[in-house]
């Protein structure tokens, strides 16, 4: 399942303070929209490169990152610097 | 519960037997019923299907934390991008793992590999206590 949501805050000390909530759920639909209207110039560039036995095959690339991408969910990553009071915490939903 | 072992705990309450055969007979029983004792029940509690997730933890003496956790089905996508690699990419890649002690082929890593990775990465654990205070660990879990 691909993820929706994706939290970032940035913190370093008093200085910069940053929230980010980004709704992927909203990105999806816009990228599948982008990728049908790309759709006939990723076939020539496929047909050219399988031509030009170049081995770079655009359709299995972009079949490895959707997955990748939906592998994504449930990832979380904080790091928490106490000298510098910062934290980082990325989490995708 | 089983017929079986009403019938033993029958024969205690009637003394036929004493607590410690009543004990034994019901171990026995156990055992041939295939019952779990805790510890097998924590093994199989930790199957592949339930663990989700590696968890990567480092806990500085500064209280420099870092807390990652990796989605299992992610590491097994990125281990499949290894099969995208062009034949000459993957040549300098083997090239220098080489030169830094590891021989071996990028490109012989199949699907079935990756998945037999991940089923015994699940059993991995590192724990690392570093003299000045310093935790490092890595596991797997739900």
């Not at chain 2, 410690?20 to 029940?41: I, W």
């Not at chain 2, 990419?89 to 590891?102: F, P, R, S, V």
Request: charged residues 20%; hydrophobic residues 50%; glycine residues 6%.
């Amino acid at each position: 399942m691909i993820p929706s949501v994706m939290n970032l805050k940035i913190h370093s000390g008093e200085r910069f303070n940053l929230r980010i909530w980004l709704p992927l759920f909203i990105v999806w639909p816009f990228a599948l929209v982008l990728l049908f209207l790309l759709l006939p110039f990723l076939v020539v560039a496929e047909i050219v490169l399988r031509l030009a036995n170049a081995r770079i095959y655009l359709f299995s690339i972009l079949g490895c990152v959707f997955s990748l991408v939906s592998a994504m969910r449930g990832l979380t990553v904080k790091v928490n610097n106490a000298r510098q009071n910062s934290i980082v915490d990325v989490t995708i939903l | 519960m089983g017929e079986e072992r009403k019938r033993i705990l029958k024969m205690l309450a009637d003394g036929k037997i004493s607590a410690s055969e009543a004990e034994d007979l019901l171990d026995a029983l156990g055992k041939s019923s295939g019952a779990q004792t805790p510890e097998t029940a924590a093994v199989q509690a930790k199957t592949p299907k339930n663990v989700k997730y590696m968890y990567v933890k480092v806990l500085s003496a500064q209280q420099d934390n870092v807390d990652v956790r990796v989605p299992l089905g992610l590491i097994r996508a990125g281990m499949r991008f290894t099969a995208l690699i062009p034949p000459q990419a993957m040549e300098h890649i083997n090239g220098a793992m080489k030169e830094k002690g590891m021989n071996f082929d990028l490109s012989n890593i199949k699907p079935e590999d990756i998945d037999e990775l991940i089923k015994n990465l699940v059993e991995m654990e590192v724990n690392v206590n570093s003299k000045n205070g310093d935790i490092v660990k890595v596991f797997c879990g739900e």
